[in-house]
């Protein structure tokens, strides 16, 4: 084979590889292309006669090299829900100038059902080879076989590579075995230290790393799923290490310009292993060393919580702890394969994640076989009674290389499945005088057998008020007072629910229901020709289409129905303090406190931010928000009333300068801003004339950037 390809006369052919992501409206994909460096490295170390292999993030770079270097002999794009159309785009353009270049896919956006898998290779029939699973070792046998026969695409596919999927000629489908996972991860090159990722740290991109591969949980939405991931498979500590001091010094110098200071990790269940202490005790050198990471986006483990706690702890508050339960109800559970999760640990987590100052999360999928209002509804109170601080709560997006997505069991639990376009992922592009429009479309299911239109509308109406109401402490101090009472807040949850709110929030309200439904398109062709048609990617860059509905309609919120956001929050918390025959005078007038001050503390943020508001107080809120243990409401009454000033930082004026700039002060302006920053580290500060405001208090750091417009 070597002799062979020697005398090939494509002996060094141009290989590019794509991560693509959407930039035009904001970077959709923010993270450095780790997978495609580490495919791009491994590929390399085996086949040395190669030339470097070019990768690409950002369409923008692929059409500038396109035009400056004409086409390669091989151009791959990794495929995700977030890059699919544009990748094929991309690849009708590319065949229509150079039809002998080589097109291949990989990555976990393909179907588990080889019906369905020969569907989508006839109907992208340009895609020459798809890749499935891991990568790594199959696309090091596609090269070598493409030199070997002279790019005779027809005759490597008759040779059954495997994991290499593809469609002969004359209609018959290679759908070949996959191929072995590598064990040892650390034999594939980091594509940080041999430099390969270097163009990346641009501070906008997140830096991604992983540990480990694989889950041992067969959850049916999830792509890891499916058996072939059951077995972990891991990277040596030594690599890990010095990948994150690498990588450390990198964010160091991008924080000191003012970019992002975050880290993804790609693992499934970080903190699970015995293993992460170690990784975890390596970033806390590098916290030390480089100041880096302060934020780091993970889904922690699904079991061995005192190991996540402990993980946790060395890390610091750079951890938020994820209890991501997705249904609690045992009938769901059973239809998705997830009963051998702990529940009730996960369930644990939040209270632990209290006790040691620990953020936490956790995320519900409104939708899964088997689910209802009833059950989705229990869920929630479960997970808000458990002390999660926040819950992301998403509808049933079904992934191709789910077991979910296959035909039998669509038609087993009657989904009825509606196409929406998805958030960010749209834009358009120009190279050699041509325009490539494209979005991403995905699939969600909004009913089945068990859950109506109806009560799907009502389970989204809720989720509204969760994000107002709850997620990021609007009303902290009235959540603290209500556990200070073993009152519930769920109940509280359900008071607002019921209650008749004023014209402003009952407007937005029924503008978000409104807008849930008219996203929603029953047939994804005639989706993507609207897509297609002049002006309309422009209406979704300019913010007038394809919002996160969440976010758009909780920045309309908290910036246009203040008065009837606190009203309803008042009179949800007299209700509940009735019921249990605990309204009185001071209570009242505790409450009354509480609201007017969280009510001072989100006004004009985003408007008219160099004005301050005073008002005066016979409680210190603050002090009660602040002390870890909570006494009695009259261990905070002041001597004698103080005058409160409500006030925004300098540095928080800067960051709130800076994103108005970028995105603008418009509703939808403000939900991107609210997709980018944790909105509570954006409050205004109570301050009595006596006390300056604190040290810490006037910083706003990279470490409140998160990913909060995931969630929809």
């Known amino acids: ?350 209270l632990s994640a209290s006790e040691i100052g620990a953020n936490s999360y956790s995320e519900i999928i409104l939708g899964l076989p088997g689910d209802s209002k009833e059950a989705h509804f229990n869920t929630i109170k479960t997970v808000i009674e458990a002390g999660f601080n926040n819950l992301y709560l998403f509808q049933l997006m079904i992934l191709p290389g789910s077991e979910m997505a296959t035909v039998d069991s669509i038609k087993k639990y009657q989904m009825n499945i509606q196409h929406r376009v998805l958030a960010r992922c749209y834009g358009d592009f120009s190279v050699l005088g041509e325009k490539i429009v494209s979005a991403e479309i995905e699939p969600i299911c909004v009913a089945l057998n068990t859950l109506s239109y109806d009560d799907y509308l009502a389970c989204r109406s809720l989720h509204l008020i969760i994000n107002v109401f709850y997620n990021d402490g609007i009303f902290s101090s009235l959540l603290k007072f209500l556990k200070l009472n073993n009152l519930s807040i769920w109940r509280w949850i359900e008071k607002i629910k019921d209650l008749k709110a004023g014209p402003d929030y009952s407007k937005i309200s029924n503008l978000f229901i409104e807008a849930t439904k008219n996203e929603l398109w029953k047939n994804s062709n005639d989706l993507w020709n609207f897509v297609k048609k002049d002006g309309t990617v422009k209406r979704y860059i300019d913010g007038e289409l394809g919002n996160n509905l969440l976010i758009t309609h909780k920045s309309m919120a908290i910036t246009k129905a203040t008065d009837d956001l606190s009203d309803l929050a008042y009179r949800a918390t007299l209700e509940i303090l009735k019921e249990n025959s605990l309204d009185s005078l001071e209570n009242d007038k505790f409450v009354s406190e509480c609201i007017r001050y969280h009510k001072n503390s989100i006004s004009n943020i985003f408007s008219d931010f160099d004005d301050i508001s005073k008002s005066s107080f016979s409680y210190d809120i603050k002090k009660f928000l602040d002390d870890k243990k909570s006494n009695e409401i009259s261990f905070y009454k002041f001597d004698k009333n103080q005058e409160i000033s409500f006030i925004l930082s300098d540095d928080q004026k800067q960051v709130i300068k800076n994103f108005t700039r970028m995105f603008g002060s418009s509703d939808q302006g403000i939900s991107k801003i609210l997709s980018r920053v944790f909105i509570k580290k954006l409050y205004r500060h109570g301050v009595s004339a006596n006390l300056p405001l604190s040290k810490n208090e006037s910083i706003v750091t990279e470490k409140n950037v998160s990913i909060t417009g995931l969630q929809n």
Request: with cysteine; aromatic share 10%; proline share 5%.
């Open 1 to 350: 084979m070597v002799d062979s390809i020697q005398k090939n006369t494509k002996l060094n052919p141009k290989i590019w590889i794509s991560d693509l992501t959407y930039t035009q409206q904001t970077v959709a994909s923010d993270t450095i292309p780790m997978a495609i460096g580490c495919l791009a490295s491994y590929t390399e170390k085996k086949l040395p006669w190669i030339k470097p292999i070019k990768i690409f993030k950002y369409p923008e770079k692929l059409c500038s090299l396109i035009e400056s270097e004409g086409f390669p002999d091989i151009i791959c794009f990794a495929n995700y829900v977030w890059n699919f159309n544009l990748s094929y785009e991309f690849t009708k353009f590319v065949k229509k100038k150079s039809p002998k270049t080589v097109v291949v896919f990989g990555g976990p956006n393909y179907p588990v059902v080889e019906q369905e898998q020969i569907s989508l290779l006839k109907s992208k029939n340009l895609i020459d080879f798809y890749i499935v699973k891991e990568g790594e070792i199959p696309f090091v046998d596609l090269v070598k076989e493409l030199v070997s026969k002279n790019f005779d695409i027809e005759k490597v596919k008759k040779l059954r590579i495997p994991s290499v999927h593809s469609i002969l000629q004359n209609g018959e489908a290679i759908l070949t075995e996959p191929a072995e996972r590598i064990k040892n991860l650390s034999e594939i090159p980091s594509p940080y230290l041999d430099g390969r990722l270097d163009e990346f740290f641009d501070g906008k991109l997140m830096p991604l790393v992983q540990t480990n591969r694989g889950c041992p949980f067969t959850c049916t939405f999830c792509v890891e799923g499916v058996g072939y991931y059951n077995k972990i498979n891991k990277y040596c500590h030594d690599k890990i290490s010095k990948e994150l001091d690498y990588i450390g010094k990198k964010m160091k110098s991008i924080r000191e310009k003012g970019g992002r200071n975050d880290l993804f990790i790609a693992d499934s269940n970080f903190g699970m292993y015995k293993e992460d202490i170690e990784v975890a005790k390596e970033l806390a050198k590098t916290q030390k060393n480089y100041g880096w990471p302060n934020y780091i986006n993970v889904a922690t483990g699904k079991n061995v919580k005192h190991r996540i706690l402990e993980t946790s702890k060395i890390i610091g508050g750079a951890l938020r702890l994820s209890g991501s339960v997705q249904s609690l109800d045992p009938k769901v559970q059973e239809n998705i394969k997830r009963k051998n999760i702990n529940a009730q640990g996960l369930m644990d987590l939040a």
